[in-house]
Structures are given as C-alpha cells and as structure tokens.
C-alpha cells in the first residue's frame, strides 16, 4: 500500500532553537499503516529559514506501539528528543546521515 493512500496524522513539534541562536521548525506526518504492516513510518522534517529542509525518516514497530496514540507519545518524546540532539551539529550544508537504533526499538534515519 503507498503512504499516499493511508490516513495521516500530523504532528507540529513547534520550534526547536540550538544555544547559538539557530532555529528549526520542526514537524512530523505519521502514516497509519493498516494491520497487515507491522510499523508505522514516520517522515519528520526541520525547516531552517536559510539552510532549508532536513528530513529524517523513523520507523517505529508497532509491538512497542501498537496504536497511533503511543506512536505519537514516542514521537513528541524521546525522538523528538533524538532529532534536537542530531540537529546539535547540523550546519548549513546539512547533518549527520547515519541510523539512530533505539533502546525502545524504533529507528530514525
């Protein structure tokens, strides 16, 4: 099934500013995937007023939250958390591109 065609649920994460002044707007769409799919995929995007987007891509499996409700908890919480720490180092010519591996289980790229 195309993440087009599944309902969408978004998630405004608000403004997350770095200690030198730098600022991201940060915002999530979590795709409800049906059941047959066993994790929900979650692109996330910063928004820098002149560097631009930086996207990331999590999944998270649906045996650690098995309803959007606890997805969306592990988005505002300690991924949210996650993509603040990767945009610590970001700079104008982008970030670090490597896979975050939870403790909890989900994986943010």
Partial sequence: MLLR???QHKIALGTHKRADGEAFEVSAVL???PASIDFWQVPIDTQHA??????????????IA???QL???LIRGSVFDQVKATLATATASGRDLA???????????
Wanted: glycine share 6%; net charge neutral; proline share 8%.
């Fill in 99 to 109: 896979p975050c591996f939870s403790m909890d289980g989900w994986v943010l790229v």
């Fill in 50 to 63: 002149t560097w631009g987007h930086m996207r990331f891509v999590l999944t998270i499996p649906k045996k």
């Fill in 5 to 7: 065609n599944m309902p």
């Fill in 71 to 73: 997805a969306t908890v």
């Fill in 66 to 68: 098995d309803t959007v």
């Fill in 31 to 33: 795709y409800e995937s």
